[in-house]
C-alpha cells in the first residue's frame, strides 16, 4: 500500500522554525506534484504550497508566501517544508499529498490522489 510519511513537527515558540519532511513508502513519487496542506481544530484542511515533479514551479498560499519554503529531492524521495517566523495562528496538523493531476497547482484537495497521516504543529505564543 501506498503511504506519505510525515516528520519533523512539534512544539515551538513564536518566531521558531521547523522543517517538516514527507517520503512515500511503497513506490517513488518522482513524477508527481507535491503539496503541503494544513488543518487546524475546527477549520477545513487549507493549501499551504505546492511543487511540480521537477521542483521548478512553486507555488503558495497568500499567507504563507515569505515564511514557507517546499522543496523536493528527488534523489532522496523526499519533499520538504520549512517554515520559519512561526505564529500561533500556523497551529495545525500538516499534511503531505501527491498529485497526478494537471490543475496540481490550483491547491484543490480533490486533485491531490495521496495522503499522509499528518503531523502535528504547535506554536506557543
Known amino acids: 500500500q501506498v503511504q506519505l510519511v510525515e516528520s519533523g513537527g512539534g512544539l515551538v515558540q513564536a518566531g521558531a522554525s521547523l522543517r517538516l519532511s514527507c517520503a512515500p513508502s511503497g513506490r517513488t513519487f518522482g513524477s508527481y506534484a507535491m503539496g503541503w496542506f494544513r488543518q487546524a481544530p475546527g477549520q477545513e484542511r487549507e493549501f499551504v504550497a505546492a511543487?511540480?515533479?521537477?521542483?521548478?514551479?512553486?507555488y503558495y498560499a497568500n499567507s504563507m508566501k515569505g515564511r514557507f519554503t517546499i522543496s523536493r529531492d528527488n534523489a532522496k524521495n523526499t519533499v520538504y517544508l520549512q517554515m520559519n517566523s512561526l505564529k500561533p495562528e500556523d497551529t495545525a496538523v500538516y499534511y503531505c499529498?501527491?498529485?497526478?493531476?494537471?490543475?496540481?497547482?490550483?491547491?484543490?484537495?480533490?486533485?491531490?490522489?495521496?495522503w499522509g497521516q499528518g503531523t502535528q504543529v504547535t506554536v506557543s505564543s
Open positions: 499529498a501527491a498529485s497526478s493531476s494537471s490543475r496540481w497547482f490550483t491547491g484543490n484537495r480533490s486533485d491531490y490522489n495521496y
Open positions: 511543487t511540480s515533479w521537477s521542483g521548478t514551479t512553486l
